[in-house]
């Protein structure tokens, strides 16, 4: 009897437990509603800012024009204010990030105080490397202004009725002010670069005494733009607005492009008609042919070195574009309408920037020697012409060329040169025999033009700040036609970055599958 009580006793107690277990379950309802109570903002967001579509719109603008080599370095963005706990820093590089997805155009070099570890080892490293190059601009930035409350508006509302019952409404705002304050600066002399700045004012509205709510508003360029400030971003997400619109204007005002039409600007605002006076008046004769050209060649309506000479060809394509843009022709020198309407209208591309890229100009593959022939155009490189788009211009016969190795000091020149009626644009490369990897070495951020002129030559690294090593093996790629805005992304990085092909051949198929020129693979030669 004891021992079947007991065993009664043992079962009852375990079906108990069992009964216990399953009613301590939770439901997965239960966890959720727990969870979410526990932590209602663990959500992660991507933070999408009112400037990011612009952003974005640059990055495309560059990618168009085929901007390349823009190499800046960033000091420590400070808050002179000792109030804004930012790193204003780490939100210019998330920008920067952001507005070269496609194009690569802007390389940053990032360093500061909290990287002096980073910094010596870097230096360390390239002690070794035959690249020793620094970026050409520097930008200087900061938090200059944080004026707290600077206007306060209160209104109340009160009611009581004798001494039972009272009531009283009210609300307040008040307003402050933050500034940043940006600007660029050369590298190599430590000189300011005219008109290259951003300084902009954000003026918070807080409401009920919170520390966040309301509206911000940035005054730039005589224009406000308006954002939410929500509660949960305050002074920062204020902050992070304005520096990605620092970036916008630092880019855009370094390579003149209407920056502006990211914005949201109208071309007719009076601050940007006065940007654009002074980008003009700013540049004397010869920079500004040489902008005008640049302009020009990028849109396929010039074909030539990006020099100071005015040349026939040169007014030719002047001539050319002024039609384009409904103008009747003029000999009277450029003038500010007509660079105005360079600068912000749109027209359909030039006869050369029409390529025919088929697959058949692959098979000229060889350099061209004083006792081969030249190879010539491409037979039938007819394009259709519509109304948008021109026929393509016949491709000149690519010169004879010579490319010699030099030895200079410890180091290495590379010699080329051009010999009959046409010149050519040239991109040259090397490659370390150690680990296999490419860099472009012409052109580059010291010489920005790969166009050499009939009968002329390249010496790298000429001006360069750069070093040549003798263990390196060298190539240089000759085109009739400028085809870097046809060339695959690799091919479009910056310059000294590998590119991650694996050789030379692979480079001139590159050129010519995405030109359908006929191109020109050069060695070193005795």
Not at 230 to 249: K, W
Request: glycine residues 6%; proline residues 6%.
């Amino acid at each position: 009897m004891t021992a079947f009580s007991n065993q009664s006793c043992a079962l009852a107690v375990g079906g108990l437990l069992a009964l216990t277990a399953c009613s301590n379950t939770p439901s997965q309802q239960t966890l959720q509603t727990v969870r979410g109570e526990a932590n209602p903002t663990d959500k992660a967001q991507r933070t999408i800012t009112n400037f990011t579509p612009a952003l974005r719109c640059m990055d495309e603008l560059m990618f168009k024009k085929g901007t390349r080599d823009v190499t800046l370095m960033m000091e420590e963005l400070r808050d002179s204010t000792g109030r804004v706990q930012i790193s204003t820093r780490d939100m210019m590089t998330s920008a920067v990030s952001e507005m070269t997805r496609r194009s690569r155009a802007v390389r940053l070099s990032v360093f500061g105080s909290d990287q002096q570890n980073l910094a010596q080892l870097l230096q360390q490293a390239q002690k070794n490397s035959v690249f020793q190059v620094v970026p050409e601009f520097n930008v200087r930035g900061t938090v200059s202004q944080l004026d707290e409350d600077v206007k306060r508006s209160s209104a109340s509302f009160g009611l009581q009725i004798q001494e039972l019952f009272g009531l009283r409404l009210a609300s307040e705002t008040r307003f402050s002010v933050l500034a940043f304050d940006a600007a660029v600066v050369r590298t190599d002399t430590f000189t300011l670069v005219p008109g290259v700045t951003s300084k902009n004012t954000t003026v918070l509205a807080r409401r009920d005494s919170s520390a966040g709510d309301g509206q911000a508003r940035i005054q730039s360029a005589g224009t406000v733009f308006a954002f939410s400030s929500g509660r949960s971003e305050g002074t920062s997400g204020a902050a992070r607005n304005m520096v990605e619109l620092a970036v916008i204007e630092l880019v855009g005002k370094l390579i003149k492009a209407p920056y502006w039409q990211c914005l949201g600007i109208d071309d007719s605002h009076p601050e940007v008609q006065r940007e654009i006076e002074d980008w003009f008046l700013g540049m004397d004769e010869a920079e500004r042919t040489v902008y005008l050209k640049t302009r020009l060649r990028e849109r396929g309506y010039f074909d030539g070195a990006l020099d100071a000479s005015t040349t026939p060809a040169f007014n030719t394509a002047l001539q050319a574009y002024r039609s384009a843009l409904g103008l009747a022709a003029a000999a009277a020198p450029v003038d500010l309408p007509f660079f105005t309407r360079l600068i912000t209208r749109a027209v359909p591309t030039g006869p050369f920037g029409v390529l025919p890229r088929t697959s058949a100009a692959t098979a000229n593959a060889t350099a061209p020697t004083a006792s081969e022939p030249t190879p010539t155009a491409a037979a039938a490189q007819t394009v259709s012409a519509t109304a948008n788009t021109p026929p393509a211009a016949a491709a000149p016969a690519l010169p004879t060329a010579h490319l010699q190795l030099k030895a200079a000091g410890s180091a290495v020149q590379l010699n080329l040169q051009l010999k009959g009626a046409e010149g050519a644009y040239v991109y040259c490369y090397a490659q370390d025999p150690a680990s296999g990897s490419v860099r472009r070495i012409f052109p580059n951020r010291f010489a920005t033009d790969p166009r050499v002129n009939a009968n002329r030559g390249v010496a790298l690294p000429g001006r360069g700040a750069f070093k040549l090593a003798p263990q390196h093996q060298y190539a240089c790629v000759l085109a009739p036609r400028e085809v870097y805005g046809a060339l695959p992304p690799q091919l479009r990085w910056g310059d000294f970055e590998d590119i991650r092909l694996t050789d030379f051949d692979a480079i001139r198929d590159r050129f010519a599958e995405a030109s359908g020129l006929p191109v020109v693979l050069l060695r070193p030669q005795p």
